[in-house]
């Protein structure tokens, strides 16, 4: 049996941490990682207990380089729906999931690599990485999760990053909007504690109704999201977490004043 091309491990606060691990191979996303990816996401979106999804390439080389261009030789018209719907599923899988998830990223987040970070709610990533989306140099256009980048940095820039297949520097993926926090090399996994933190102190059902309610609102009309946000306040007092907080949250500002 050939050793697995993503691990996942999850620790005592219900936070995973998801490994693409092909290093030698700048993580690039072949069909064996686009299946494992498909997998650990189905496995994590089962369990009750998670709270954060960390997303993160092997190495300081990459997140994930691209697809891997060994399984691109060879495509035709008769099986490239099927490859390309699988690195669909690999990237949904993980925007899917009831949870924050945060990519982590250090090097190149090209083609597969950026629609994987794309397809996250969060990205932190390190002074060294760079972004782009090459495909038009290899002859086919970028697709699948690429129809999320104008919502992420407007209709000029995804333009200009598919059009042109040129790459952008970590500061310029800031300063656009396609990642939230930018991090040393080596402050990078501090970076990923620090948005983590206030993920991990808010209520563990209210984070799974916003993320549901944040997916929703993609494709809804303003009257419609309004009402689904409707919902979904109702649908939390299905538990008792919002009095809870509340009543914990009235207590520390007592205590801050005594």
């Given at each position: 049996m050939s050793e697995p091309v993503v691990i996942t491990s999850i620790d005592a606060r219900g936070v995973a941490t998801v490994t693409i691990d092909r290093p030698a191979k700048l993580n690039a996303m072949s069909?064996?990682?686009?299946?494992?990816l498909i997998n650990a996401a189905a496995a994590l979106r089962a369990d009750p207990s998670l709270r954060a999804v960390v997303l993160r390439g092997a190495?300081?080389?990459?997140?994930?380089?691209?697809?891997?261009?060994?399984?691109?030789?060879?495509?035709?018209?008769?099986?490239?729906?099927a490859f390309i719907t699988q690195v669909h599923r690999a990237c949904d899988g993980f925007r899917?999931?009831?949870?924050?998830?945060?990519?982590?990223?250090?090097?190149?987040?090209?083609?597969a690599g950026l629609e994987l970070a794309a397809a996250c709610d969060?990205?932190?990533?390190?002074?060294?990485?760079?972004?782009?989306?090459?495909?038009?140099?290899i002859g086919v256009p970028s697709v699948v999760e690429a129809a999320l980048l104008p919502h992420l940095i407007g209709w000029g820039r995804t333009r200009k990053l598919l059009l042109t297949g040129d790459?952008?520097?970590?500061?310029?993926?800031?300063?656009?909007?396609?990642?939230?926090?930018?991090?040393?090399?080596?402050?990078?996994?501090?970076?990923?504690?620090?948005?983590l933190k206030?993920?991990?102190?808010?209520?563990r059902e209210a984070l799974r109704?916003?993320?549901?309610?944040?997916?929703?609102?993609?494709?809804?009309?303003?009257?419609?999201?309004?009402?689904?946000?409707?919902?979904?306040?109702?649908?939390?007092?299905?538990?008792?977490?919002?009095?809870r907080m509340i009543t914990e949250a009235i207590a520390c500002m007592r205590d801050r004043r005594s």
């Open positions: 069909r064996a990682v686009a299946h494992e190495g300081t080389r990459a997140f994930v380089g691209g697809a891997d261009i060994h399984d691109l030789v060879g495509l035709d018209a008769s099986n490239a729906t899917r999931l009831p949870v924050p998830v945060i990519a982590r990223i250090q090097g190149h987040a090209l083609g969060l990205r932190v990533a390190s002074t060294d990485s760079w972004f782009g989306m090459p495909e038009v140099r790459p952008i520097d970590a500061a310029t993926a800031l300063q656009w909007g396609l990642i939230e926090e930018l991090a040393a090399p080596d402050a990078l996994d501090v970076a990923v504690e620090h948005l206030p993920i991990l102190a808010s209520g109704l916003q993320k549901e309610l944040v997916l929703a609102w993609e494709n809804l009309p303003t009257r419609d999201a309004v009402h689904a946000g409707i919902r979904s306040f109702r649908a939390s007092f299905d538990t008792d977490e919002p009095n």
